[in-house]
């Protein structure tokens, strides 16, 4: 085991890095193999067995599913791997971005069979949106239906990345014995029960096949990058290290993706995928400097020891032992007993203790320097998103974004005695995890939970009954759903009149309201825009201002059922001021007032939020799962045979998969399966909603 750990701590040989992928498809099984093959575990941890390291949590163990985000360090030729084990359920896809937002690359993984899942192009698009490179590793090769070209190929197709396959499986599925690589067309074979590879020539057998793939290989490369293009056009053939060069480049700009293949759970693959990982993907010194706002302009810090103190908390979790917040330090050095600065809550705290993670196991260290990932304890008002940073110079980093939630659950303790105690245990998750939303219904007093789906609001209720022995009622599952305009008014007038002693109260406007139109993702984000066309200075600027905060004021409750208003454009087309009376808080009460009224003079649309579901079932099941498919009103958009299962793809809304995971197994003998990512909303029948 190649785990040279001297100068781990210079940034050229620090690797931040998540593992990526749709649920199943051996996540957490590659980061134990990466454990295990790193020294850093001495026994293969499995998640059917319950024994992995970064799937700790009970939940996790009994579900079988990674839940929460879970830091491990490890060291791998000379190098420093800091890894973020990801869960690849969509209710957690919070968890992801978050993790994401402090990451310098990922692997992405695939099942060999089922190739690129729904849930596996949602997190790519998250990296995308991040700009974190990534290399492939196609795991599952020892399965039935097993083939590394269709998976490729779904990932040419779905991702549009230049997939750049740099290996040749020997042997196929359950004869899957190793690889050819083809950079230094060189054959690894993994005996049975042996714990490394045996490098050696490419079999006979292969050999053809490893040249043919290895000149497709080249000139893939050489038609992405133009130095690679020009040894090309020279030689007519690329060397191992050009090719090496020209990969590392291309992985790092996005322009192409690795993709290397192996079997997780039989140990076969983990090191070349290791070795891939310092090759191809950056260390912090690799990616554009960390930038932010200070005093409001915008500045730059450096990946470097020796510079102002900055960094990121991109989780929070309470632990018997303590609050731990999870950094990812970006510029400066921190050390245990220093003070620093919360950018965001603008307080000064001291750090008690520094922790290198590994999973539920820590080990105390002096300081963490830039490019780190590690825990803090002593921190009590950061938060994820917080910037923490040096005192003496401040520092505002983009926090991670936060998805509004789509289900709502009532929770309410189930002895009055533990009511303040519910509430405390509620305000903790909801500080842990963003994408948890804790409110109070104004009309029937009930605390609502409202969170990603049902499975996330299961989890947040399992962890209070479990962490702190409380007994809680929970109500149905409700989904959260929006208003937007169907059509609009033009030249909606709107008077704001108060006078009852004093200075009284004045502001005129004209609105016209219209739909915006938008994508369906889109619909239930926050789709409004305001435009002003007053023309003389008959509604001056800061008034214009104040108008707009007051139709966002609006925007909270909508006239067919309060619920949140989408997607309209709203234009202040003319209006008049007093020269007394009218004032900021005139205009903005005139601004929230005249969008209510004009929005019930407006033809509204209630939207629900809705899914793409793919159901993997037996063929004989087919029929009576598109029946019921049909009858929770969902739209069939594909069906595909695929290793003697068949995959039905349908857009339903989300109201109605509540129980369907019950309905599924019971309609399949057990055999079916289901996965679901979010949409975005569409128009709901009147006679779906409840208010």
């Not at 085991?1 to 001297?6: A, H, P, V």
């Not at 006979?204 to 690679?228: C, F, P, Y």
């Not at 990616?287 to 991109?314: I, K, M, N, T």
């Given at each position: 085991?190649?785990?040279?750990?001297?100068?781990?701590?210079?940034?050229?040989?620090?690797?931040?890095?998540?593992?990526?992928?749709?649920?199943?498809?051996?996540?957490?099984?590659?980061?134990?193999?990466?454990?295990?093959?790193?020294?850093?575990?001495?026994k293969?941890?499995?998640?059917?067995?319950?024994?992995?390291?970064?799937?700790?949590?009970?939940?996790?163990?009994?579900?079988?599913?990674t839940?929460?985000?879970?830091?491990?360090?490890?060291?791998?030729?000379?190098?420093?791997?800091?890894?973020?084990?990801?869960?690849?359920?969509?209710?957690?896809?919070?968890?992801?971005?978050?993790?994401?937002?402090?990451?310098?690359?990922?692997?992405?993984?695939?099942?060999?069979?089922?190739?690129?899942?729904?849930?596996?192009?949602?997190?790519?698009?998250?990296?995308?949106?991040?700009?974190?490179?990534?290399?492939?590793?196609?795991?599952?090769?020892?399965?039935?239906?097993?083939?590394?070209?269709?998976?490729?190929?779904?990932?040419?197709?779905?991702?549009?990345p230049?997939?750049?396959?740099?290996?040749?499986?020997?042997?196929?599925?359950?004869?899957?014995?190793?690889?050819v690589?083809?950079?230094?067309?060189?054959?690894?074979?993994?005996?049975?029960?042996?714990?490394?590879?045996?490098?050696?020539?490419?079999p006979?057998?292969?050999?053809?096949e490893?040249?043919?793939?290895?000149?497709?290989?080249?000139?893939?490369?050489?038609?992405l990058?133009?130095?690679?293009?020009?040894?090309?056009?020279?030689?007519?053939?690329?060397?191992?290290?050009?090719?090496?060069?020209?990969?590392?480049?291309?992985?790092?700009?996005?322009?192409?993706?690795?993709?290397?293949?192996?079997?997780?759970?039989?140990?076969?693959?983990?090191?070349?995928?290791?070795?891939?990982?310092?090759?191809?993907?950056?260390?912090?010194?690799?990616?554009?400097?960390?930038?932010?706002?200070?005093d409001?302009?915008?500045?730059?810090?450096?990946?470097?020891?020796?510079?102002?103190?900055?960094?990121?908390?991109?989780?929070?979790?309470?632990?018997?032992?303590?609050?731990?917040?999870?950094?990812?330090?970006?510029?400066?050095?921190?050390?245990?007993?220093?003070?620093?600065?919360?950018a965001?809550?603008?307080?000064?705290?001291?750090?008690?203790?520094?922790?290198?993670?590994?999973?539920?196991?820590?080990?105390?260290?002096?300081?963490?320097?830039?490019?780190?990932?590690v825990?803090?304890?002593?921190?009590?008002?950061?938060?994820?998103?917080s910037?923490?940073?040096?005192?003496?110079?401040?520092?505002?980093?983009?926090?991670?974004?936060?998805?509004?939630?789509?289900?709502?659950?009532?929770?309410?303790?189930r002895?009055?005695?533990?009511?303040?105690?519910?509430?405390?245990?509620l305000?903790?998750?909801?500080?842990?995890?963003?994408?948890?939303?804790?409110?109070?219904?104004?009309?029937?007093?009930?605390?609502?939970?409202?969170?990603?789906?049902?499975?996330?609001?299961?989890?947040?209720?399992?962890?209070?009954?479990?962490?702190?022995?409380?007994?809680?009622?929970?109500?149905?599952?409700?989904?959260?759903?929006?208003?937007?305009?169907?059509?609009?008014?033009?030249?909606?007038?709107?008077?704001?009149?108060?006078?009852?002693?004093?200075?009284?109260?004045?502001?005129?406007?004209?609105?016209?309201?219209?739909?915006?139109?938008?994508?369906?993702?889109?619909?239930?984000?926050?789709?409004?825009?305001?435009?002003?066309?007053?023309?003389?200075?008959?509604?001056?600027?800061?008034?214009?201002?104040?108008?707009?905060?007051?139709?966002?004021?609006?925007?909270?409750?909508?006239?067919?059922?309060?619920?949140?208003?989408?997607?309209?454009?709203?234009?202040?087309?003319?209006?008049?001021?007093?020269?007394?009376?009218s004032?900021?808080?005139?205009?903005?009460?005139?601004?929230?007032l005249?969008?209510r009224?004009?929005?019930?003079?407006?033809?509204?649309?209630?939207?629900?939020?809705?899914?793409?579901?793919?159901?993997?079932?037996?063929?004989?099941?087919?029929?009576?799962?598109?029946?019921?498919?049909?009858?929770?009103?969902?739209?069939?958009?594909?069906s595909?045979?695929?290793?003697?299962?068949?995959?039905?793809?349908?857009t339903?809304?989300?109201?109605?998969?509540?129980?369907?995971?019950?309905?599924?197994?019971?309609?399949?003998?057990?055999?079916?399966?289901?996965?679901?990512?979010?949409?975005?909303?569409?128009?709901?029948?009147?006679?779906?909603?409840?208010?």
């Amino acid at each position: 085991m190649r785990t040279n750990i001297t100068n781990l701590n210079t940034l050229a040989v620090v690797r931040n890095l998540g593992i990526l992928a749709h649920v199943d498809a051996g996540k957490t099984t590659v980061t134990e193999r990466i454990l295990y093959a790193t020294g850093t575990t001495h026994k293969r941890g499995e998640v059917h067995d319950g024994t992995t390291v970064t799937d700790f949590d009970s939940q996790e163990r009994d579900r079988g599913i990674t839940i929460f985000a879970a830091a491990v360090s490890c060291a791998w030729d000379g190098h420093r791997i800091n890894l973020i084990d990801t869960p690849g359920h969509v209710d957690f896809a919070d968890e992801v971005e978050r993790s994401l937002r402090v990451l310098d690359g990922a692997v992405a993984v695939f099942d060999a069979v089922a190739g690129v899942e729904p849930q596996s192009e949602s997190v790519w698009r998250q990296a995308d949106r991040h700009g974190v490179p990534r290399i492939a590793f196609v795991n599952k090769l020892d399965r039935a239906g097993a083939d590394l070209d269709t998976a490729v190929e779904s990932i040419r197709e779905r991702l549009h990345p230049a997939p750049l396959v740099v290996q040749l499986p020997i042997g196929t599925e359950d004869g899957f014995r190793g690889v050819v690589d083809l950079v230094r067309m060189q054959a690894l074979v993994w005996a049975d029960g042996a714990e490394e590879a045996v490098e050696g020539p490419v079999p006979e057998d292969l050999l053809d096949e490893a040249q043919r793939r290895r000149r497709l290989l080249e000139e893939a490369v050489a038609e992405l990058h133009a130095g690679a293009l020009e040894e090309f056009c020279e030689r007519s053939a690329l060397s191992p290290e050009s090719l090496v060069a020209a990969l590392r480049e291309l992985t790092r700009s996005g322009e192409g993706v690795v993709v290397l293949c192996g079997s997780a759970y039989r140990n076969r693959g983990v090191e070349p995928l290791l070795d891939a990982v310092l090759a191809y993907l950056p260390s912090p010194l690799d990616v554009p400097a960390v930038r932010g706002l200070r005093d409001g302009a915008d500045e730059e810090r450096p990946a470097d020891p020796s510079a102002p103190f900055a960094a990121l908390a991109f989780k929070v979790s309470a632990t018997p032992t303590g609050r731990l917040t999870y950094l990812r330090v970006y510029s400066g050095t921190i050390e245990k007993g220093g003070m620093v600065f919360d950018a965001v809550a603008r307080r000064t705290e001291r750090v008690g203790r520094i922790l290198r993670v590994q999973a539920d196991r820590h080990a105390h260290i002096d300081r963490a320097v830039a490019g780190d990932i590690v825990a803090v304890v002593g921190l009590k008002s950061a938060r994820p998103g917080s910037t923490l940073c040096a005192p003496d110079a401040p520092l505002v980093l983009e926090p991670p974004s936060v998805a509004d939630p789509v289900v709502s659950v009532a929770v309410e303790a189930r002895r009055s005695t533990d009511t303040d105690r519910l509430a405390g245990a509620l305000a903790r998750l909801a500080e842990e995890d963003p994408s948890l939303v804790v409110r109070t219904d104004a009309e029937t007093g009930q605390t609502v939970l409202s969170g990603m789906g049902e499975l996330h609001l299961e989890v947040a209720v399992e962890k209070i009954r479990r962490d702190l022995g409380l007994d809680v009622n929970v109500g149905r599952p409700r989904v959260s759903y929006r208003e937007t305009v169907g059509r609009g008014v033009s030249g909606f007038v709107f008077r704001h009149v108060k006078q009852d002693g004093g200075a009284g109260q004045f502001a005129h406007v004209v609105l016209d309201v219209e739909p915006l139109t938008v994508t369906g993702a889109e619909q239930g984000s926050n789709g409004f825009e305001f435009h002003s066309t007053v023309v003389g200075g008959r509604v001056p600027q800061e008034y214009v201002r104040a108008v707009e905060a007051g139709c966002r004021d609006a925007l909270a409750e909508g006239p067919l059922g309060g619920h949140p208003v989408t997607g309209l454009r709203v234009t202040l087309t003319d209006g008049s001021t007093h020269v007394k009376d009218s004032s900021d808080t005139a205009f903005r009460t005139a601004g929230r007032l005249g969008l209510r009224d004009a929005l019930r003079a407006c033809a509204m649309v209630v939207l629900e939020p809705v899914v793409e579901v793919t159901v993997t079932v037996p063929e004989e099941a087919v029929g009576s799962v598109l029946g019921d498919l049909a009858a929770r009103r969902g739209r069939v958009t594909g069906s595909v045979t695929r290793a003697g299962a068949a995959v039905v793809t349908a857009t339903v809304p989300l109201a109605e998969l509540f129980g369907y995971a019950t309905r599924l197994r019971s309609r399949t003998q057990g055999r079916g399966t289901f996965t679901a990512r979010p949409t975005g909303y569409a128009p709901a029948p009147v006679a779906a909603v409840s208010h």
